[in-house]
Structures are given as structure tokens and as C-alpha cells.
């Protein structure tokens, strides 16, 4: 067992991509380090986040690509 487990361990550990052994590893060390805990903290708010998203372009740049597709199309033809 190592005490110094980086981001991506931790994010693998998030999505349920660890081994079983380093997921029981990980959690062992949760309860005794609270800064582990903490970043895991964040990084478990960041991901519920991510799936809370909702982005869309603004309806000038949509246009502008429809632009910009229509003179090429003229150019082509």
C-alpha cells in the first residue's frame, strides 16, 4: 500500500476503474488521511458537475457557421 495517491488514481478510483486491491487500498487511506478525503471531495463534486452541464453554442455562432457553409457550397458548385 502507498500513501501517495495522485488525481488520476483517484478520478480512476471515482469511476469505478480500479482493481478491486487499490480500490480497498484507496479507501483504507480515506479514512485515515483527511486531506485524501478533501481531494477526493472535490474531485467527486467536479464530476457531478460534468454531468450537470448543459452547453450550447450562441445562436450567433451557429449562424455564422451556417454562413460559412453556404459560401463555400456556392464556391463548390
Known amino acids: 500500500m502507498h500513501n501517495n495517491y495522485s ?3 483517484l478520478i480512476c478510483y471515482l469511476y469505478g ?3 478491486s486491491e487499490m480500490a ?3 479507501e483504507t487511506a480515506l479514512v ?6 478533501e481531494k477526493l471531495s472535490v474531485l467527486k463534486t ?4 460534468l454531468n ?7 445562436t450567433e ?3 455564422n ?5 453556404a459560401q463555400k457550397d456556392v464556391v463548390n458548385s
Do not use: G, H
Open 65 to 69: 457557421i451556417l454562413r460559412y457553409a
Open 7 to 9: 488525481p488520476e488514481d
Open 17 to 19: 476503474e480500479t482493481s
Open 24 to 26: 480497498k487500498e484507496i
Open 46 to 49: 467536479s464530476y457531478e458537475r
Open 32 to 37: 485515515n488521511n483527511w486531506t485524501l478525503r
Open 61 to 63: 455562432v451557429v449562424l
Open 52 to 58: 450537470t452541464l448543459i452547453e450550447t453554442p450562441r
